[in-house]
T-cell receptor, first 116, second 112 residues
Framework: AQSVAQPEDQVNVAEGNPLTVKCTYSVSGNPYLFWYVQYPNRGLQFLLKYITGDNLVKGSYGFEAEFNKSQTSFHLKKPSALVSDSALYFCAVRGSNSGGYQKVTFGTGTKLQVIP | NAGVTQTPKFRVLKTGQSMTLLCAQD?????MYWYRQDPGMGLRLIHYSVGEGTTAKGEVPDGYNVSRLKKQNFLLGLESAAPSQTSVYFC???????????FGSGTRLTVV
């Protein structure tokens, strides 16, 4: 069974400092990995995805994520945090089997608090 | 603006009542999904659809039914609401299974 772990319920970072939100996964075969952000009282918004290729993926709002196959991780990063980045972040994974629907599993979310 | 629209945004039901949540997307996406979000549990898939006229069960389908008579609409029905169905419900759609999902803004449902 596939799974996603976001080991930190909350991450606090000072504005202007680099941020990292951690994600590890377990899936059969090659993973397809996603990050989403959820602002209060809103739906999730897609940030970025890893399908194949370069291990460093760039996405929206200056975020990037690094895929590490040996550590089965897909950590979300940003060089300089903004107060407006404060939100709930979800990691998600699906397997690479082709043909039809493939289940996407979401993590439980990490609350990012950027302190002015 | 293109996207996923959910109605209603809020609803309070009494135990045993029924209701339908409507999801509409204008992006011509084939795939549509209904999730529920509960504190500490992330998102759990209720039902999904891979195209007009098709539906399938997700992780937590009990107590819910769905229909997709038109490609752009995906309806979620609660036949007899229970307090355990108090949650925030999100509809999502995607062009394919390799793409990110577009989510609606959610429906906050309270069953008393």
């Amino acid at each position: 069974a596939q799974s996603v772990a976001q080991p930190e319920d909350q991450v606090n970072v000072a504005e202007g400092n680099p941020l990292t939100v951690k994600c590890t996964y377990s899936v059969s075969g090659n993973p397809y990995l996603f990050w989403y952000v959820q602002y209060p009282n809103r739906g999730l918004q897609f940030l970025l995805k890893y399908i194949t290729g370069d291990n460093l993926v760039k996405g929206s709002y200056g975020f990037e994520a690094e895929f590490n196959k040996s550590q089965t991780s897909f950590h979300l990063k940003k060089p300089s945090a903004l107060v407006s980045d404060s939100a709930l972040y979800f990691c998600a994974v699906r397997g690479s089997n082709s043909g039809g629907y493939q289940k996407v599993t979401f993590g439980t979310g990490t609350k990012l608090q950027v302190i002015p | 603006n293109a996207g996923v629209t959910q109605t209603p945004k809020f609803r309070v039901l009494k135990t045993g009542q029924s209701m339908t949540l409507l999801c509409a997307q204008d992006m011509n996406h084939e795939y549509m999904y209904w999730y529920r979000q509960d504190p500490g549990m992330g998102l759990r898939l209720i039902h999904y659809s891979v195209g007009e006229g098709t539906t399938a069960k997700g992780e937590v389908p009990d107590g819910y039914n769905v229909s997709r008579l038109k490609k752009q609409n995906f309806l979620l029905g609660l036949e007899s609401a229970a307090p355990s169905q108090t949650s925030v419900y999100f509809c999502a759609s995607s062009y394919g299974t390799f793409n990110g999902y577009t989510f609606g803004s959610g429906t906050r449902l309270t069953v008393v």
